[in-house]
């Protein structure tokens, strides 16, 4: 479940699916225009962070978007950095004196754990001085047999656009890192859950056609810890939301691409940018 919700918010951690994703309905991934009071525009599309290999996302609609957008907005500005996220990863993934990694999870949780090592190739001692998220992070991304370049946030990176980041490498390690250990006990847990490439399939088919039901579900059971859902999404979205506002002010016309997770309910930045007086329309 977590690494299908971290697919949805965090930039950093997955490989998607490997295999072609089968004809289905035409593309519709949501797409927001934000309207300011003196007219200038930013827009919102939330991205999923890894996709089965071939498939075809963009429509008119976002095209125009990106012809209209002046700066391109992402989590991670040097995202195809490979050494720069491994630099980062490695700055804060260790400490000395930890418990055995199984022993950091609830007993019911000790098989699962165990058979999601061995199907990624690994062993607890591979984990002796692996902090609990870190290990949660490796886990999960073991667990995919594509390559995470098949994200839409990579895709859009060539573009031609001036980028800009919201948060680094480190910065999204850093929100990991700071979790309480129970926090990182139910992220271990989480990472250790098979998902069957059934479930990867239906979570790319609810981005592609823009089921934004289908991606609450999603992320509501992958976040059901609080401290989780403070930390990764509901705390980043109020901070995001003043800078995407001011860039919109300032005329920078963004086009912001982050996980779609960060679009939904409530306090999502559509949500969060309309509660500040900004016009939010759904364009698909």
């Known amino acids: 479940m977590i690494r299908r919700c971290l697919a949805l918010l965090a930039a950093l951690a997955l490989a998607g699916c490997g295999e072609p994703e089968p004809a289905g309905p035409p593309p519709s991934p949501a797409l927001w225009e934000v309207t300011a009071a003196n007219g200038?525009?930013?827009w919102l599309f939330g991205t999923i962070h890894a996709l089965p290999e071939g498939t075809r996302w963009r429509t008119p609609e976002f095209e125009q978007a990106l012809a209209d957008a002046e700066?391109?907005?992402?989590?991670i500005a040097n995202l195809a950095d490979s050494q720069a996220a491994a630099s980062a990863f490695a700055a804060v993934a260790r400490s000395p004196g930890l418990p055995p990694l199984l022993a950091r999870v609830e007993p019911a949780a000790k098989a699962e754990l165990i058979r999601a090592l061995g199907r990624a190739g690994m062993?607890?001692?591979d984990f002796a001085t692996t902090e609990s998220w870190a290990a949660a992070l490796q886990i999960a991304n073991a667990a995919g047999s594509g390559d995470s370049a098949n994200g839409v946030d990579r895709a859009?990176?060539?573009s031609g656009l001036p980028v800009t980041g919201?948060?680094?490498f480190a910065a999204q390690f850093a929100l990991f890192d700071r979790l309480p250990e129970p926090a990182q006990a139910e992220l271990?847990?989480?990472?250790?859950?098979?998902?069957?490439?059934?479930?990867?399939?239906?979570l790319a088919r609810a981005w592609l056609t823009g089921d934004l039901a289908a991606l609450v579900q999603t992320t509501d059971r992958g976040l059901a810890d609080p401290e989780l859902r403070?930390?990764?999404?509901?705390?980043?979205?109020?901070?995001?939301?003043?800078?995407?506002?001011?860039?919109?002010?300032q005329g920078r016309y963004?086009?912001?691409?982050?996980?779609?997770?960060?679009m939904l309910g409530g306090e999502g930045l559509p949500a969060l940018l309309a509660a500040q007086g900004y016009k939010v329309s759904r364009l698909q």
């Open 166 to 168: 919201l948060e680094s």
């Open 71 to 75: 700066v391109l907005v992402v989590e």
């Open 156 to 158: 859009l990176l060539t």
């Open 123 to 125: 062993t607890e001692r």
């Open 188 to 202: 271990l847990e989480q990472a250790a859950a098979d998902t069957s490439p059934e479930e990867e399939g239906a």
């Open 230 to 249: 403070r930390v990764l999404l509901t705390g980043r979205n109020r901070a995001w939301a003043g800078r995407i506002a001011a860039m919109i002010e």
């Open 40 to 42: 200038a525009k930013g």
């Open 254 to 262: 963004p086009l912001v691409a982050v996980g779609a997770g960060h």
